[in-house]
Nanobody, 124 residues
Framework: QVQLVESGGGLVQAGGSLRLSCAAS????????MGWFRQAPGREREFVGT????????DYADSVKGRFTISRDNAKNTVYLQMNSLKPEDTAVYVC?????????????????WGQGTQVTVSS
């Protein structure tokens, strides 16, 4: 069992930065790849990025590649999403998730634990 709690969201102007954190509790976290997804009102849930349980591999959606960075600190049971050069279209609820696999995956169906999400709003 894993419980995930996101934090760090807020309001930021276009071009600014935010760092989201995902604090995890539970024994399966250390063996799980982690993912970040986002969902804006009226839109489908969108894959953002993922990191292997070891932290050695990452994968990102094209829309955020070069701007967002995922990292993790398993000793702290925490995953981070550093977001730079934010755009208004990045506005969404950002949700972290733990995968049933230790390897990176973009498929939402591979993630078996989900957080509640944190709101990110980017103003123009």
């Amino acid at each position: 069992q894993v419980q995930l709690v996101e934090s760090g969201g807020g309001l930021v102007q276009a071009g600014g930065s935010l760092r989201l954190s995902c604090a995890a509790s539970g024994r399966t976290f250390s063996n799980s790849a982690m993912g970040w997804f986002r969902q804006a009102p009226g839109r489908e849930r969108e894959f953002v990025g993922t990191i292997s349980w070891s932290g050695g591999s990452t994968d990102y959606a094209d829309s955020v590649k070069g701007r967002f960075t995922i990292s993790r600190d398993n000793a702290k049971n925490t995953v981070y999403l550093q977001m730079n050069s934010l755009k208004p279209e990045d506005t969404a609820v950002y949700v972290c998730a733990a995968s049933r696999s230790s390897l990176t995956t973009r498929r939402a169906s591979m993630y078996n634990y989900w957080g509640q999400g944190t709101q990110v709003t980017v103003s123009s």
